[in-house]
């Protein structure tokens, strides 16, 4: 997936003007990734270790939101970006 979001934000920069729109689309998408990379992913590892505590629940509860806004951030940029 990081292979993916990383080659379409290249492709993006390269081929299309950079507006305010490109710009908060690939802050989103790196935001998301960030928030996956740094929050979510590790809390599902914890998961898997020691099972659904609810202090491990409520963290990946808030890197989800996180990664909700962000991506809601990047679809805002890409609409703006291809107006």
């Known amino acids: 997936m990081y292979g993916a979001l990383l080659a379409a934000c290249g492709w993006a920069l390269a081929t299309v003007p950079v507006t305010p729109g490109l710009v908060t689309a690939l802050a989103g998408t790196a935001a998301g990734v960030a928030t996956t990379a740094l ?5 599902h590892a914890r998961l898997t270790r020691h099972g659904p505590r609810p202090d491990l629940l409520r963290r990946l ?23």
């Open 39 to 43: 929050a979510a992913a590790p809390t």
């Open 61 to 83: 509860v808030r890197a989800d939101a996180a990664r909700t806004a962000a991506a809601l951030l990047a679809l805002a940029g890409a609409v703006g970006a291809v107006r």
